[in-house]
Structures are given as structure tokens and as C-alpha cells.
């Protein structure tokens, strides 16, 4: 390739990573771990084959999530790929639908009930990018798309979709329900609500009920690692001087990792490290593409 077009393909490639906010892909591959170790894990090739379908869906959703924003973007966010006229809008449309068809052909392959699950996570996924900014409960829709894909992870382990795994769902549930709430704001330059935050604690009460006993000393360190982080989260949010919705809700992003850690107290060590290891994946990927 001559030296001349190489830049050309670099942004375009980089576009694609903006397009598809790969910096969050950390903290789908960690909701597919958790969810699979509740399910019984077992197989990993089923797991592979969840991760490739959910970073698919992953991606597609947030191709169409610009291509359905795209008038918004173009009053608030001129920096978005296709009011930057890095991409065109017919071609975000086309590699949304690919990417989303993609995915739903891997959970079909993976097993049924995977695939029932993954038809009701395609569902919200669509859903909520068609009615996130005209309707104040979208966020509701938002942490039901990471329900269903913990739900659909778990369908894959041998155990299947087992109590603990819906525990851990609706934890998550919570958690991302309260940083979309707050993330709502960060476009229009609003003021969050405070109420919103509890929801951000709602894994740790949630963890302290199920882990007892052996357990329930992993579940306490966890949670003070968790606690400890939306601390350090929550400062550029409510910062009085030097508020920064972005930066607060990118980290809000990257602590869905350790939420899923503490669903998981009671994993092997290297398991945990592996979780951890997401989790700074995710602080990396930050760095280069916008998480939001």
C-alpha cells in the first residue's frame, strides 16, 4: 500500500473503534465470564463463541445507537463520526445490521436457550436505540440489555441459567441502570440527579446477602474494592470546581468489571485475576477511544 493512503485507512479504522466504543468491550467480555461461571462454566468453546457473539452485538448496537443519534449529534455531538464526515450514515446502517446479524447467527450455534435469551437482548438492544432520547426510562432499557446478556452467558455454562446467575443479573441490572441515568447528561451538559448513585451501591447490599459463611470475607474486600471506586468515580461528577460528567461516567464504565468480580466472590484466584485484568483493559482502551 503506498505510503500516501495509509493515514486514509488508519482513521478509517479508528472510526470503526469510535463507531463501536471498543473501550467498552472489556466489560462485556467480564458480563460473559461472570454470567458463565454462574451458569456452571464447563465448555470453553461455548464461551469463545458467546464472547465473538457478544462482541458483535455489542458492536452493531452501538453503530445503529450513532446512525439512529445522528440529527442529536449533529446539534450536540459534531465530533461523532458521521456529522464529522468520517463515515457516511448509509454506511453506519449497513455494518450495524451486519454486525448484529453476525451475532445472532453465533448464539444460534451456541444452543437454544442461548439463542431465545440472545432474541430478547437483540430486542432491547433495537429498542433502546430507537427510543433512548425521547423517553426518561431508556436507562431501564439500557440495564436490560446487560440483564439479557449475563442471562444469555450463563444459558451457555453447564448449570444454565441458575439462581445465583439471576442474582448477579439483576445486580448488574442496578448498577447500570444508575450510571445511564447520570450518563444522560453528559451530551446536554444538564446536572445529574443524586438519587441515581444509590443505584451504583446496589451490587454490594446485594452481595453481602448471598455470600455468607466462607465466602463472605471475599464478598467484604470485594465490595470495599468496588466502594472504593465509585468513590474515585463519583469525584469529577459531583465536583463542584471542576465537574466533568465524561471523565466520572467513563470510570463508572470500567468499575462494570468489578461488579462483576463481586458476583463472583467465591472464583478460583486466577479467575479473579483475569477479571482484573479486564478491568485495567478497560482504563487502557479509555485512553485511545472515547468510552461514551
Same mark, same amino acid.
Given at each position: 500500500m503506498p505510503a500516501d493512503t495509509q493515514p486514509t485507512l488508519v482513521s478509517y479504522l479508528r472510526t470503526l473503534l469510535v463507531l463501536g466504543r471498543v473501550s467498552n468491550l472489556p466489560t462485556v467480555w467480564s458480563n460473559c465470564l461472570a454470567g458463565w461461571l454462574l451458569g456452571g462454566g464447563g465448555n470453553w468453546h461455548l464461551f469463545t463463541l458467546l464472547c465473538l457473539a457478544a462482541t458483535c452485538l455489542h458492536a452493531g448496537g452501538m453503530f445503529l445507537n450513532d446512525a439512529f443519534d445522528v440529527e442529536f449529534d449533529r446539534r450536540h455531538r459534531g465530533e461523532r463520526p458521521i456529522p464529522a464526515r468520517a463515515i457516511t450514515e448509509a454506511e453506519v446502517w449497513r455494518l450495524g445490521t451486519l454486525w448484529l446479524g453476525v451475532g445472532m447467527f453465533l448464539l444460534i450455534v451456541t444452543n437454544r436457550t442461548a439463542a431465545s435469551l440472545g432474541v430478547v437482548l437483540l430486542a432491547c438492544i433495537l429498542l433502546y436505540n430507537v427510543v433512548h432520547k425521547f423517553v426518561g426510562w431508556a436507562p431501564l432499557l439500557m440495564a436490560a440489555c446487560r440483564f439479557f446478556l449475563y442471562l444469555t452467558a450463563a444459558a451457555t455454562g453447564d448449570a444454565g441459567v441458575t439462581g445465583h446467575a439471576m442474582w448477579g443479573a439483576f445486580a448488574l441490572a442496578f448498577y447500570i441502570a444508575g450510571l445511564s441515568f447520570v450518563a444522560r447528561v /453528559?451530551?446536554?451538559?444538564?446536572?445529574?440527579? $443524586?438519587?441515581?448513585? !444509590? *443505584? !451504583?451501591?446496589?451490587?454490594?447490599? &446485594?452481595?453481602?446477602?448471598?455470600?455468607?459463611? /466462607?465466602?463472605? &470475607?471475599?464478598?467484604? !474486600?470485594?465490595?470495599?474494592? %468496588? !466502594?472504593?471506586? *465509585? %468513590? $474515585?468515580? %463519583?469525584g469529577p461528577l459531583l465536583s463542584r470546581e471542576k465537574r466533568d460528567v465524561g471523565a466520572g461516567v467513563s470510570r463508572l464504565l470500567a468499575g462494570i468489571v468489578l461488579v462483576d468480580l463481586l458476583a463472583v466472590a467465591d472464583a478460583p484466584v486466577e479467575l479473579g485475576a483475569g477479571f482484573l485484568v479486564l478491568f485495567l483493559l478497560a482504563l487502557l482502551f479509555q485512553r485511545f477511544i472515547p468510552a461514551t
Open positions: /453528559e451530551s446536554t451538559g444538564g446536572v445529574a440527579s $443524586h438519587w441515581p448513585l !444509590l *443505584l !451504583l451501591a446496589t451490587p454490594v447490599g &446485594l452481595a453481602m446477602v448471598v455470600n455468607g459463611g /466462607e465466602f463472605a &470475607l471475599n464478598a467484604t !474486600l470485594l465490595s470495599c474494592l %468496588l !466502594l472504593s471506586w *465509585l %468513590l $474515585h468515580s %463519583l
